[in-house]
Each structure stands twice: as C-alpha cells, then as structure tokens.
C-alpha cells in the first residue's frame, strides 16, 4: 500500500505561481511513475504531467511551458505551476503506480482568478 499526501494549493491570481508537493509513504520502494491529474468542476479528470522512475516527463497540452513537474528521491514529486490562468483552477489529484496498482492522493484545490 502506498499513501499520497498533496500541499501547496491555494488561491492566487492569474498569471501568478504555485507549488504543489506529493509525498508517498508506504511501500515506496514499489513506485514507478508519479504524476498530477486534475480535475474542475463539472468535466472529467484529466492527465496534467507524469514522470517516470527514470524522470521522463510528460505533459498535458494545455499546460506545456507553464508548468513543471519534478521528483526528489523515489517518493516526492513536485508541480511547479507558472503563469496561472483561470481555467487551471481544479482539484490536483497526485497520483502513481505502484506494483502496476495505481494510488491517489486526497487533492488540492487550486484557484485561480482572473
């Protein structure tokens, strides 16, 4: 079992910045890839950023060259959020994998306003 914990949400306005930080506890010598999703209200959950063990990254359209995704050691991972618009204002899911089971953290609110 592993257990995601996210902080750094908030209320900030756009064009602003944010950082959001995951940290796993548990069996974390198991994890594999790390990444945010996100989700606001009324529409699906979607991909924001993954990294992998071998810290491949990969990202969401929508959010390439304003945000950065990071992973310090095997069980922190980090969504540096710049330039902030007000269609990035979701709930951020943190999530990984782990023995090929995926985990999720509880969420953080981000708002943005314009």
């Known amino acids: 079992q592993v257990q995601l914990v996210e902080s750094g949400g908030g209320f900030v306005q756009a064009g602003g910045s944010l950082r959001l930080s995951c940290a796993a506890s548990?069996?974390?010598?198991?994890?594999?890839?790390m990444g945010w999703y996100r989700q606001a209200p009324g529409k699906q959950r979607e991909l924001v950023a993954t990294?992998?063990?071998?810290?491949?990254t990969d990202y969401a359209d929508s959010v390439k060259g304003r945000f950065t995704i990071s992973r310090e050691n095997v069980n922190t991972v980090y969504l540096q959020m710049n330039s902030l618009k007000p269609e990035d204002t979701a709930v951020y899911y943190c999530?990984?994998?782990?023995?090929?089971?995926?985990?999720w953290g509880q969420g953080t609110q981000v708002t943005v306003s314009s």
């Open positions: 548990g069996i974390v010598f198991s994890i594999n890839a």
């Open positions: 990294i992998t063990k071998s810290s491949n």
């Open positions: 999530t990984c994998t782990a023995g090929a089971l995926p985990y």
